[in-house]
């Protein structure tokens, strides 16, 4: 069957075209986003960093360490390191010279918020070099990495996590890709930032390991020592580039996933198409002796030969993808500018592979249609085409199995796990099993929804003009003529009708999805600030600094509540360490200022020694009992539960009073402020906007932060998404197109015979352009259907978790995607039969048809 499979291509390869066009675009994008992703794998080996000039880097390593049954232990580094402990430091300084790191932040006016504070000899171990003035001498004296040779012998103000002051630039450097400092003289640096953060080390590796692995131990004074490429990973700008690596990966990983989930439908209902055309070759072959199993032989044969020429032509274009994908992502401020994305064999071969079995899978259904086709019954339906009942079956038992699934699945989240609707990933997974099914039915609903639709101007005639208007004769022939055809060409109906559901749907069920959980994580901001008059947050600057706190404090007539960020870990079965979000906060307002979801106890228990924690926590805590945990610089402490709050789209998933917070280097990240009674509104804001002057803050409503938070996650959420949709549906948009272009040669002997009826040539067209917006209509409707569960599902869940929150629907992202799909629909129905139409009646057309035929 290989050598006819070959001569079928060779002879009739328009039919197919769309299969290989929809295949090798959904292997191009498939070979984009993995090569992307593989670029990602890992950050590059940067030339200079904070530690390639040192030959070995000695850091702390403190972690929760836990032994499971078998006895391994499991540990899990806390997030605040403790500083290296003097007989580390001591130990290791016996092995030769050593330069110990003391960072802080520190900030110049308009500076960077990422500038840091460092010591001046550990700009060695960063390869800097000066390019203007000196090094630092004495207190008050700072270079400025990256700085402008103007600034030399100027004096400027400078943030410190204490308040501001004024320092003398002595020097500058040239610019590093790794870090903005601000470098102080080494006892300067130590008075600021006690703590030994790392330790560069010049003696041998060898003896550097030993003099620690003596003095280290256990508790806070485990140390790491790091050489060669591992130093990178001592470099806070190694993390913060393996986060951007995971900003990618995410959603390009779920872009991956939708491609190939598309890739499967497309490819399926154009290879069934394409099957279904050549059922009179098929049954031919019947006719001269061929069996079953060598028919389905045959179109896996076809399958494998278009799979393998799409697989290669699709690698071609991911080669194309990938440069212009990293040129996206850099634009967007996703990735630095110095992101590359190299060529990877695995990923164009995986992908390839993936386009093959896409193809060989794509045609299981295709194929055992064909090996049931009988010479007499094959022959009949070439001339009229009736229902595949096979087909029908087999879309009303997968979908319909997979629809419910779905159903469960969202309706199980909404009801007994509401958090999960909160989790965008989660959702995304339960909107691909809705959208399947969808897809999967849309071949079967596409024919009741048409007559549902084409029904309601019949019914409004009939109530106007009497009971003998039906949907036919309501608009005229063109009309009935556009139903008619509509809804007896099955295939071709089912075959248009399932690129838009894959459109509608995927837009509608994604971007609503996420759109409403950002618009539940905004209410749930607006919720806690809800008892606040004013917001105190950072302008430019990482947090915000203890003057500034002292300050704020200091207004008369309010109430301030500090927040810091910090972490607790609370030990879960495994046994393992879970990291939770948490916040440090002044316990005595809190209860007065923010708005929490209480679901047992008061958030006015809280004080020193106790915790406020949400059900996520593990061995569901009640309030009033005890539960231990792990502070954020690994210390372990037994608190008393003030409060349960329900889990929900608030990222803060306890709160600890302020005085067990361990010291640290994070900055508070906002203050809510409330006027106490009978505080005129009017000085305490003049006060306030007094106390932050000049500090790097800034003074909001709680509707501006709600409105902030608005735009932030509206923003992260677009990019997220439009790497996700925006491949998917362009390929969903191209695939449309090939769908009807390959129904052309079907339509040609229809197109001729309405010519010999009498129509005119424009009637023809616009019958074709009225059945195409029908099966669009169609296909909207169902994807519209599907978008309904999606985003009614995660509304439920969500209102469950922040009570009143509106339900997100896209209806001008998905109105412009319509618009799309009907535009390309009738460029590629209509544009098609005018040329076949051109210069012709019904006869001239009938005898081209035969000719190509002879």
Known sequence: MLSVALSTLRIRWTSFVGTFVALALGVGLMATAMLVIGATAGVADLAQQRWSGAPAVVVPDTGIDLADDSGQIQSTPVAQQPGLSAAVVAAVARTGRVVEDHTFYAQLAGGPAEQVGRGWSAAEAGGYRLTAGAAPAAAGQVVVGGGDAGLVGRTLPLLTADGPREVTVSGVTEAVPFEHAVFFTDAEAARIS?????????????????????????????AAVLTGKERATADPHHAFLLSQMDNVDTPLGLAAGVAGFVAVFVVAGTFALSVAQRRRELALLRLIGSTRRQLRRLIHAEAVLVGVLASAAGCGLGLVGAPLCRSWLVDHKIVSADFTVPIAGWALATAAVIGLVTAVVGVV???????????????????????????????????????????????????????????AAASASLVLVVVGAFVTLAGVLAGPVIRLVTALPARLSRAASGPADDADEVGGAVWSTARQ???TAFRRTAATTTPVVIVVSLAGCLLGTIGTINAAQVSAVGRQLSHADWVVSPAGTPGLSKALVDRVRAVPGITAVVSTPTAVYAEEQGPSALSLQAAAVDAAGLATVAELPVVSGSAADLGPGSIIVNTVWPGNPHA???????LADGTRKQFKVAAVLQAGADSTQAYLDASDNPAGSTLPSRILVRLAPGTDRATASAALQSAVAGLGARISTPDEV????????????????LMI?????????VALANTLVMTLGDRRRELAMLRLAGATRGQVLRAVATETLLCVGAGALVGAIASAISIGGSWAALRQLVGPTPAVVPWSTVGEL???????????????????????DGRSILAGIAGEAG
Do not use: H
């Open 725 to 733: 949709l925006g491949l998917s549906v362009l390929y969903a948009l």
């Open 818 to 840: 319509l618009a799309g799909c009907a535009v390309i629909g009738l460029a590629a129905a209509v544009v098609p039969a005018a040329l076949a139409l051109r210069g012709g």
């Open 194 to 222: 006690p703590a030994v953060g790392a330790l560069a080390a010049y003696g041998p590796a060898e003896a550097v390991r030993q003099a620690v692995a003596e003095a280290g131990g256990r508790g806070p004074e485990r």
């Open 365 to 423: 259904v295709s194929s055992v249609r064909a090996g049931l086709i009988s010479p007499g019954e094959a022959l009949r339906e070439a001339a009229v085409e009736r229902s595949p009942r096979a087909a029908n079956v087999f879309r009303w038992t997968v979908g319909g199995l997979a629809l419910a699934a779905g159903v469960v699945a969202v309706s199980g989240t909404a009801t007994m796990q509401p958090e999960a609707g909160s989790n």
């Open 706 to 721: 709600s409105a902030a938070a608005t735009d932030a996650n509206q923003e992260s959420s677009k990019n997220g998404m």
């Open 624 to 630: 009033g009992g005890e539960v231990s945990a792990w």
């Open 485 to 487: 055809s509509a809804l």
